[in-house]
């Protein structure tokens, strides 16, 4: 198989980059390496023969159209998108023109291209969205993929507008789609202005550790190369049209989470005063949703996977990494934003 991922220079499309390679099977990656974008995070299959990179905006109708008569590929996995939510507060039409608008012209593209490959039933358009997209839950409750959508923030908004576009290039045109909405991820080559690396990066540098409200939200945290394997799970096994929620089946406030962050450091990396004492509650950023959860059962029932990683051992995993790979971080501390308290609203 010949997989053309979109955002693969990126925090989850290089997992799966790097997981395709290791499978054996050939990847295009398709990047406009935006700022969160780092070719390192795939230096370690860079010189396969089964990878190649495209550096293109999948805004860019020609160059899509070009990438896909070049390299013919079998199957496209949609990962390229503004992801940052407090920088959709700051700046939404940068959010609106790349998940939107972005996402149309690359449906556009590979509707095109599997027309004129005789529109054959193999091909898949797999793309990647979020569980933003269905707003925020109360105290119990889990997001299924029948929940109705309910964005909050012109990130999830967005998010949820290319959700709708494809279903409906799907349904309209016929275009074989398949759609997974993830719980939050974390693990190694994470861009630090997420909340895991924040944490352990200030906690390195002894800065305050900063945490929104109180602490309360909760999230279902999946380490990303289980999110690999889900997605090529989903992709090879996935029902045209259908939908599957991809949670880690480790629900956390965002509190406790931070807090185990600083345990751990105190066993790795130890100092005269415990790491949580960096810890700082600074004022909330708007519209936070309170939980998110993912119902998994149509994952494990329909195409029996589940996530092999506990939030424990993924934290650990993760911090063991960044501790490992001070060179990567330190070489994006100065991209745009990094270090800054960015979607305090106006």
Known sequence: MKLLVTGGAGFIGSAVVRLCV?????VVNLDALTYAACLDNIASVADSSLYTFEQADIRDRAALDRIFAAHRPDAVMHLAAESHVDRSIDGPGTFIDTNITGTYHLLEAARAYWMVAGRPDTFRFHHVSTDEVFGSLSDTGQFTEDTAYDPRSPYSASKAASD??????GETYGLPVVLSNCSNNYGPFHFPEKLVPVVILNALAGQPIPVYGAG???RDWLYVEDHADALLTVLA???TGRSYNIGGEN??????????ICGILDRKRPKEAPYADQII???????HDLRYAIDPTRMRQELGWRPSVTLEEGLEKTVDWYLANEDWWRALQNRDGVGQRLGVGK
């Open 281 to 287: 509650f600074v004022t909330d950023r708007p519209g």
């Open 251 to 260: 629900e956390a406030r965002n509190i406790d989470l931070v807090r185990t």
């Open 216 to 218: 309360e939200n909760i």
């Open 164 to 169: 709708h576009l494809v279903r409906a290039w």
């Open 22 to 26: 290791a499978r054996g099977y050939e």
């Open 237 to 239: 096994k996935g029902k």
